[in-house]
């Protein structure tokens, strides 16, 4: 009950029935600072309506939405983790984290290949991934994350089974190319998604252990893949792997799901936090989305804003240079004397150090500023290629970098999609997402067979100087973009801070 009294008394109800955060627009309330008109024919009061401020719906004991809770915990949230960390084992070791055995091995088995020609095979299947993000997205909307994530299995499976029958180089850049990335996008986008549908504080812990299948899966599958390449050759190497993704890669699909939403509840909001402030800022901005092609003009808007566009550059230029090291850890063995066996022990025990990394900067990101974490891994990854891969020369020192190259760029891809979801928010995420993630896919298919063609230039002296600072320098740039979004993300935080403020102001000065 409101009393304003300006001389005669009168009084009205306000209507205080609690709302839920997705109900907050369009809301207003009586502005009671005015003195309304009173008429001796007409004693009802007229009340003119304002829109809540941003100051009200922080204030809001109507704000907290457990639909929007995540549980951060429990029996089947973790069983959603488990099935993308298998999915993560699996997806991108044919394209990625094995394909420097079979690089090694193509070499020899069509002879008139060069490392161009062959590193492309891999950079064309792990970009294909990226670029299908559009449509894997649609269909995981469409269809469920578990369909999708099963049809895509499917796919993978005849990608390897129709590769181990290849006879010519092109045949393999459609099947272990074209056809593989088709397959592990639409296996990949829902691995990667259904975390975050279950997890908030606990966010950065659960995609560091889904991730870090990645590494896992490196680890066990080089030396795996080698002894098999040894003993049955490429072709049932390859069938072995089909079998391998579809009891893999098939029973995880079944533990991914998406959260369906519970009730709604009003609870008093705490302290107004930095994350906070952002959701509420989404709130207060977020306007009906159009569809079809206005909706899609509406997406570019996210290309105006800096950190946007920081992170982008980032992901475009640190992707030239990422698979560089991954894909020539065994030729780069045999260049310096070691053995082939010796290349696939290095690269196994650089995704066990990824594997390591993703979990352990995962966590540390729960309980350090994300910019701090994002950027350090940024940095070191760039500093491991230019200072130690370029002093590799024994088996030790080559070990060394192969170790910390993997703890800290698989700690960096790891914190990327978590970077993203904090940056841009839930009503926008899949578009970021997919935006980045096509830019990340161009660099991945240049970046291999740039530093093939680069390798095969320096024949007959062969020399490894130019591939290792080509990939330093765009891990470098990649460093360079990230430190420019902390700068634009601190500026952002700083003006939405001075938002609330003024917001504040206003509605004291208003009472």
């Not at 995420?429 to 970046?447: D, N, Q, R, W």
Request: contains cysteine.
């Amino acid at each position: 009950m409101a009393i304003i009294d300006n001389g005669c008394s009168a009084s009205f109800s306000v209507d205080v029935t609690p709302r839920t955060s997705c109900e907050i627009g369009p809301a207003y309330v009586p502005d009671t600072t005015r003195t309304p008109p009173v008429s001796s024919s007409s004693p009802e009061m007229h009340t003119e309506k304002r829109p809540l401020s941003f100051i009200e719906i922080s204030q809001s004991p109507t704000l907290v939405d457990i639909s929007d809770r995540a549980p951060d915990g429990g029996v089947r949230a973790w069983l959603v983790v488990l099935g993308s960390f298998l999915i993560h084992c699996f997806c991108f070791a044919p394209t990625e984290y094995i394909f420097g055995i079979f690089e090694h091995n193509y070499l020899e088995l069509y002879p008139s290949s060069t490392h161009g020609s062959i590193a492309f095979i891999g950079t064309l299947g792990s970009s294909t991934t990226y670029f299908a993000g559009f449509l894997s997205g649609a269909a995981a909307d469409r269809f469920g994350y578990r369909l999708t994530a099963l049809f895509g299995t499917g796919v993978m499976a005849l990608a390897l089974l129709l590769a181990s029958f290849a006879s010519q180089v092109w045949q393999l850049y459609l099947t272990q190319g074209i056809l593989l990335g088709i397959g592990a996008s639409l296996v990949y986008y829902p691995a990667i998604g259904a975390p975050s549908h279950w997890f908030d504080a606990k966010r950065g812990l659960a995609l560091g252990l889904a991730v870090s299948g990645t590494g896992l899966g490196g680890l066990i599958l080089a030396p795996a893949t080698q002894a098999l390449m040894d003993g049955v050759g490429v072709g049932w190497t390859l069938r072995v792997l089909a079998l391998l993704c579809l009891v893999i890669c098939g029973s995880a699909s079944f533990l991914i799901s998406e959260r369906e939403s519970g009730k709604k509840v009003s609870e008093p909001a705490p302290a107004i936090t930095d994350a906070e402030i952002g959701q509420i800022v989404e709130k207060l901005s977020l306007e009906k989305k159009p569809v079809g092609v206005a909706g899609f003009i509406a997406d570019l808007k996210v290309f105006k804003n800096p950190q946007f566009l920081s992170l982008t550059f980032a992901e475009l230029t640190a992707s030239v240079g990422f698979l560089i090291p991954i894909y020539y850890f065994q030729t780069y063995s045999v260049f310096i004397g070691l053995t082939p066996q010796n290349g696939a022990l290095i690269a196994g025990l650089s995704s066990g150090a990824s594997c390591i990394g993703r979990i352990a900067l995962g966590y540390a990101a729960d309980r350090l500023p994300k910019t701090v974490v994002v950027s350090f891994c940024a940095w070191m990854t760039a500093g491991s290629i230019l200072i130690i891969w370029t002093f590799s020369k024994t088996f030790g020192v080559y070990l060394v970098f192969a170790l910390v190259y993997g703890f800290f760029a698989g700690g960096y891809v790891s914190l990327v999609p978590l970077v993203l979801s904090e940056t841009f928010g839930a009503h926008q995420l899949s578009t970021v997402i997919g935006f980045m993630y096509t830019a990340s896919g161009v660099g991945v298919l240049a970046g291999a067979p740039i530093a093939g063609t680069i390798l095969d230039s320096t024949r007959p002296n062969v020399s490894y100087l130019p591939v290792i600072m080509t990939a330093g320098a765009t891990l470098l740039v990649g460093a360079l973009c990230v430190s420019a979004w902390v700068f634009f993300r601190r500026l952002d935080k700083t003006t939405k801070r001075e938002g609330v403020a003024s917001s504040a102001a206003s509605t004291v000065a208003d009472q």
